[in-house]
């Protein structure tokens, strides 16, 4: 509009118009018709489709964040008494949610591969739902092959493609019915930003948009929907970035005597690397190592020793961030996960990575020798 390079924030809760014909139309097409902002909005329409673009999906919806498109996504494809698979390791809220729909009589079944998804499925299963590279563990899932599985068997599959963004993975072209983003990540990419969107298919996303985004009113404002349109700008330059710095760190710290191992998908060593080299165009910077130790206080000694990663939550910014299970994990999760005391989360930012290995060598090296 008038040549603007940035567009413009349409900041309206409602639009009007010319006649009550008009606007009765408009409600029946609410999903593609600007009538009021918890619906639709022309900047949040903008990025949605710029990211199905991205995607290689038809329709896009944005959400007020990730865990608001998880959540509206599962929603929109059971009712009661259906059933969902979940593959490999996901993030904690999304297991959670599968947990609370429970109350309305959706079940669930966590499995670690297609054997467990050929023991688990019921004649009510829906839904297949899985990340890949998989949570903490980063573990690579054969997509073509688990969607294969589940479309043969009328499924519908979901899978959360935060970690490699559409950069370096595009799950709709390997068979993946609806993709699921946290935008709070790489995508904003300024730890200024939460937001998420799924990915696919009108089928899918157009009840999605009449139904669950109207009614769940987890809409994403015009405001964040312009700062995804910038995080986007910068995407595949950073991208590229944060792998460099991610390889460069993962390498040092696969050679470090105190460090067990590193689960960087990445990485040659890595058990998923193979797979990952046939699906994945690049690697993300957000790993797990552990710590040849299984002492909670060395695990804080270390972090706290950290000068360029700062604890925190969250990941995928300009920042370095470094989180422990171990330390922000209720204890009775952690080991029912599996996760390792010594699993140190570390997200790689945009600083030098030079300046990064230095840093952790010094608290590495500072924190004496591990138990
Ligand atoms: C893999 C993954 N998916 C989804 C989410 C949820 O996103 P949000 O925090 O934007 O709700 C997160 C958040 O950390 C995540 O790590």
Not at 62 to 90: E, P, Q, R, W, Y
Not at 121 to 143: N, Q
Not at 267 to 288: E, I, V
Not at 336 to 349: D, E, F, Y
């Amino acid at each position: 509009m008038l040549g603007a390079v940035n567009p413009p924030v349409f900041e309206n809760s409602l639009f009007t118009f010319e006649t009550a014909g008009e606007l009765g139309e408009a409600i029946k097409n609410e999903d593609e018709r600007y009538v009021y902002w918890r619906g639709t909005n022309p900047t949040v329409d903008l990025a949605q489709r710029k990211l199905a673009a991205l995607e290689r999906g038809e329709r896009a919806k944005c959400f007020a964040s990730g865990m608001g498109a998880i959540a509206a996504t599962i929603s929109s494809l059971v009712k009661a008494g259906d059933h969902v698979l979940v593959l490999g390791a996901v993030y904690g809220p999304t297991t959670q949610f599968l947990r609370y729909l429970e109350k309305f009589g959706v079940t669930h079944t966590h499995v670690d591969d297609l054997e467990g998804c050929d023991s688990a499925i019921r004649a009510s299963t829906r839904l297949l739902y899985f990340e890949s590279p998989s949570y903490m563990a980063y573990a690579v899932v054969d997509i073509a092959e688990v969607t294969a599985w589940a479309r043969e068997r009328g499924l519908v599959s979901v899978m959360d493609n935060t970690w490699s963004t559409p950069i370096f993975q595009k799950p709709l072209t390997l068979g993946v019915d609806l993709v699921v983003h946290s935008l709070s990540k790489y995508i904003g990419g300024h730890s200024d930003l939460v937001g998420g969107v799924v990915v696919g298919p009108s089928r899918l996303i157009r009840p999605l948009a009449l139904t669950e985004y109207q009614l769940y009113g987890a809409a994403m404002s015009p405001h964040d929907a312009a700062k995804v349109i910038k995080g986007l700008r910068t995407l595949p330059v950073r991208m590229a970035a944060h792998q460099e710095r991610g390889l460069a760190v993962a390498g040092f710290l696969a050679e470090h005597p105190a460090v067990r191992t590193v689960n960087y998908p990445g990485l040659p060593s890595h058990p998923g690397h193979a797979q990952a080299l046939r699906q994945m165009s690049g690697f993300s910077s957000l790993f797990s190592l552990e710590l040849d130790t299984d002492s909670r206080p060395a695990v804080a000694a270390f972090i706290d020793l950290l000068r360029y990663f700062r604890i925190g939550v969250s990941w995928g910014g300009f920042e370095s961030l470094v989180n422990a299970p171990a330390l922000s994990t209720e204890e009775s999760v952690r080991a029912t996960m599996g996760i390792p005391v010594g699993l140190v989360r570390l997200s790689v930012g945009l600083e030098p990575a030079d300046t990064l290995i230095k840093d952790l060598g010094l608290a590495l090296e500072g924190v004496g020798p591990l138990a």
